[in-house]
């Protein structure tokens, strides 16, 4: 970025439409000095980069409300201040409301003259040769009433070289009350009934506009304003807790979090013990224990215990603050769709425009229909020439999309990737850390020659306490948990591929590779298993006919190792106390994960890892994956990814988001696991799960799948719709009135609507 480049956030509120937008960007399209702008109708935000010597933020103000709409908020504060998103009560009560109320109320008054008491529907006075009755007078009030706003935005429209929907309405009403003047014959109800029911339509838009903006808004409240900070002295000398805005905590900050509170800032807990709720960030269900030592989120709820937590990043730089600053630029990923729609509709509006003089002029000489009702027909035109549905169709569904995916611990970086997720047909996943826990655990323990389980655990954690190896630190924490008792150590050494050795309570002990024990001289195929009651225990398999004997060599180690297991053996120079053995665990949730997303409609799974192929084997069996390919590097997971690709099409690529980085940005979609407070991977993957949870995976397929749907929906819907009324109003079959409540407020509160839909959807619990 160059030294002199800025970028602000504006929010602009009353900018709720596609037609708002072109206002906008008209104006703006007059400033030097802007390098890019976007305009976001569904988010109501203006996001500009520009060069700061050559203008500044309040030119660009300036701008914006030249274009007729007020700027609530700039430069960073948020996406919305207090005032930016009105609440749908004050929209039924705001002054264009009231005004349509009684516009609505003098429409009423008029129809009740004109068809009821047509004896009291006297003259009032003659203009230019036209009479005037008390029910023209009503309707020219109505307008004169609810069409302040409308024609307002209409000069906007104009002064900006516009040609959107208030432009046209405008048009609309004042052709009307022109044409009742000039032919003599009162158009004075269709000019009230557009200016009412036009008014209407854009109270309902705003209300439904406001439904799509609620769920990001209901992120952004997530963290609180304010948090109670621990300090170190006060005023009086002494420490002591004050509360400040979460504006003013500095990284290193302790600040206090009681039962019950929701954490205002990311940081590690360094005091204290609880349950806190993540599920606003990571979409986890069930409350995660936190102790000292353990990273917490801003937005999420401490449910029971005092915690005392040191600050590690700023507010603006928090994890909550990334993800509604991520999701709200995610509208500038254009999907397919949606850029075709944009280019359409550049097209439709001049087209219909068109349509209606034609149908105008030549009505009458076609048709044989009045000059009065060809106007008409001409006026009902113009109010379908706006594309404001068919253009809103596609971004509504997206943002509803990702937000709900947002509020269900997904983070979509883009329409597009929400698009693609939809359409893809090959799902490829890393092995550790994504079908796999990416820990190392004991899974078995076999004892021998008479020694129990806890003896050959205490043996074991003696001989792996002072390594560093995974293998080493798997079983130490096993004997730990299960408060197997420490042996004194003496003499330890490690043995260079093969295990280590060390004197415990005096006597020598190995713990390693079977072929330790073979280099000791232990005939590994007839040893003893310790049996319960004559049962042996589980893993011990294979027996010979002489008192319970296992062959290790052949038997019991080959079977451990095809689960996938690496085999640590224990013993003394003496006796082989026993086996240990070790292995990263499948996910839980991996098996019904694979599962579900063939039921959902993926074609084909297929397992990428770096690891032995006979363990990929063994973990790719358990999982119920269809294919897999072992012993990869990573530019080998790449080449594995494009094969991929160009033998089925579309490939989401589930991975670690950091070490597997080249394969999620060579896949058509690449998705980050447990991407929560993680810079790289929220950076790295088109989508990040932010919890370790595999099972959101088919949630966010079906989730993408349905918006596909919903947006195909809303797009051939809104356009079959305005087509078809285009085509009857020359026959006559399409009042004025069906045409703004059809065409324009109907449509876009269909589309709205159905893309509301998307939130219903949720993961399985």
């Not at 009681?258 to 204290?272: A, L, N």
């Amino acid at each position: 970025m160059d030294s002199g480049e800025a970028t602000t956030k504006l929010s602009v509120p009353d900018m709720n439409c596609p037609s708002c937008a072109g206002k906008v960007e008209n104006a703006l399209d007059r400033l030097v000095g802007l390098s890019t702008y976007e305009t976001r109708p569904t988010t109501g935000t203006v996001a500009v980069t520009y060069d700061a010597t050559a203008v500044e933020e309040h030119d660009i103000v300036a701008a914006i409300e030249s274009a007729g709409y007020d700027v609530t908020d700039a430069a960073g504060e948020g996406t919305a201040g207090d005032d930016a998103t009105d609440s749908s009560d004050s929209i039924w009560t705001s002054s264009r409301a009231l005004k349509t109320w009684i516009s609505g109320g003098f429409l009423a008054l008029g129809l009740l003259f004109e068809f009821v008491l047509t004896a009291q529907n006297a003259t009032v006075g003659t203009v230019f040769g036209s009479e005037f009755l008390v029910a023209d007078v009503l309707f020219l009030v109505a307008v004169a009433i609810g069409g302040q706003e409308i024609l307002r935005n209409g000069y906007y429209s104009a002064r900006n070289l516009n040609l959107d929907i208030d432009f046209l309405m405008s048009v609309a009403i004042l052709g009307a009350l022109v044409a009742s003047l000039a032919f003599g014959e009162a158009l004075y109800f269709e000019a009230a009934t557009l200016a009412v029911l036009f008014s209407v339509a854009e109270l309902l838009e705003r209300a439904s506009m406001d439904q799509a903006r609620d769920s990001l808004q209901e992120l952004m409240d997530l963290s609180p304003n304010e948090a109670t900070v621990k300090r170190e002295g006060g005023e009086d000398g002494e420490g002591g807790e004050k509360t400040v805005p979460v504006e003013a905590v500095s990284v290193g900050d302790i600040v206090v979090v009681r039962p019950g509170e929701k954490i205002p800032m990311d940081g590690d807990v360094i005091d204290g013990e609880s349950a806190v709720n993540q599920a606003p960030i990571t979409g986890e269900s069930v409350p995660v224990d936190k102790t000292a030592g353990d990273e917490v989120y801003a937005g999420t709820i401490n449910e029971e215990g005092y915690l005392e937590i040191r600050v590690t990043s700023k507010a603006e730089d928090n994890t909550l603050s990334r993800i509604v600053e991520m999701v709200e630029d995610a509208q500038s990923n254009r999907t397919e769709r949606e850029q075709f729609v944009e280019r359409f509709s550049a097209w439709y509006t001049p087209v219909v425009v068109a349509f209606a003089v034609l149908v105008t002029l030549g009505s009458p000489f076609v048709l044989g229909t009045a000059w009065s009702t060809a106007v008409v027909y001409g006026l009902t035109l113009l109010v379908l020439a706006c594309p404001c549905a068919f253009v809103i169709s596609t971004p509504v569904s997206v943002v509803s999309g990702i937000t709900s995916a947002a509020d269900n611990g997904v983070l979509i970086k883009g329409g597009n990737h929400l698009e693609a997720m939809g359409s893809v047909d090959v799902v490829a996943f890393d092995k550790t850390g994504t079908l796999t826990k990416g820990e190392l655990t004991v899974t078995d323990v076999v004892p021998l020659h008479g020694n129990s389980e806890e003896d050959v655990l205490r043996c074991a954690r003696g001989l792996e306490a002072r390594s560093e190896h995974p293998i080493g630190e798997a079983i130490v924490a096993e004997a730990g948990s299960t408060g197997v008792p420490e042996r004194e150590i003496d003499e330890f050494e490690a043995i260079t591929g093969k295990g280590v050795r060390a004197e415990l309570d005096g006597t020598q002990h190995f713990a390693g590779k079977p072929g330790l024990f073979d280099d000791l001289g232990f005939d590994l195929s007839h040893v003893h298993a310790t049996t319960d009651g004559g049962v042996v225990t589980r893993t011990a398999q294979r027996l010979c006919d002489r008192n319970n004997c296992l062959d290790l060599l052949e038997g019991t180690v080959p079977d451990l190792q095809a689960e996938g297991k690496t085999v640590v053996l224990v013993g003394t120079e003496e006796e082989i106390e026993g086996v240990v053995a070790v292995a990263d665990e499948v996910r839980p949730a991996a098996r019904e994960t694979v599962a579900r997303l063939k039921e959902l409609g993926v074609e084909r799974t297929v397992m990428l890892t770096g690891d032995n192929d006979r363990t990929a084997r063994a973990i790719a069996d358990e999982v119920g994956v269809d294919e897999h390919r072992a012993e990869l590097l990573p530019d080998e997971k790449v080449a594995a990814v494009e094969d991929l690709i160009e033998e089925s099409g579309a490939v989401a690529m589930v991975g670690d988001g950091i070490n597997d980085a080249p394969a999620l940005a060579t896949a058509t979609v690449g998705l980050a696991m447990g991407a929560a407070g993680t810079d790289t991977a929220l950076e790295t993957a088109d989508i990040a799960l932010m919890g370790d949870d595999l099972a959101k995976l088919p949630y966010l397929y079906e989730l993408a799948g349905d918006a596909n749907g919903v947006i195909r929906q809303n797009v051939w819907a809104s356009l079959a719709v305005k087509a078809g009324l285009a085509i009857a109003v020359p026959f006559g079959y399409v009042p004025i009135w069906l045409a703004v409540l059809a065409g324009d407020a109907g449509m876009t509160i269909g589309v709205t609507g159905n893309a509301m839909r998307l939130a219903r959807i949720e993961p399985d619990r």
